[in-house]
């Protein structure tokens, strides 16, 4: 059995915390974008922003 350490849990909210700039970051990219057009490199950063959102909130339930 590991051992869960502060440094952890910190580490832990540092990374959750950049996560959810990243979501609201690809957020404002897709309210710039609704009226300009999307580009294919709007679309495959906005897929990663959320591949990177799920794959942290399935570490974390």
Known sequence: MST????????EAVRLDACRERVL???HAVQR????????GDMLDLHEDITRAEQLAEVTE
């Open 4 to 11: 869960i350490t502060v440094t952890d849990w910190t580490s």
């Open 33 to 40: 974008r609704v009226n300009g057009g999307w580009t294919v």
């Open 25 to 27: 970051d690809a957020d």
